[in-house]
């Protein structure tokens, strides 16, 4: 049984990797294409960029700024990404944890 947890974990991982990365290359497009003062003010972000831009799209989210934009589907997409970083960061440590338990 425990030789078998930590694949499922490490795949539901991946899985959760997979959505959220989906969900945040949404929200760059919905700004880069509805937004785009906003997208270039942000440092005209990408799906694999520099730590400053991501800084600054994680301020943009934590400060929740992309209200003021009064765009629903934009609204909708960062609310989730909001919260889905939280959870997928909790979810990687679970699965690290239960990595190390399994190595130590």
Known sequence: ??????PISFGILIVAALIGFISSRKMIKTLKERHK?????????????????????????????????NDSELIAVCNFNRIY???YFILF?????IFLSQIL
Do not use: A, C, H
Not at 1 to 6: P, Q, S
Not at 93 to 97: D, K, N, P, Q, S
């Open 1 to 6: 049984m425990n030789e078998i947890i930590l």
């Open 37 to 69: 003062e906003i997208w270039q003010d942000l440092g005209k972000p990408t799906m694999f960029d520099s730590l400053s831009n991501y800084l600054s799209m994680n301020k943009y989210l934590r400060n929740k700024e992309y209200e003021k934009t």
């Open 85 to 87: 970083t939280r959870i």
């Open 93 to 97: 440590g679970i699965v690290l944890v």
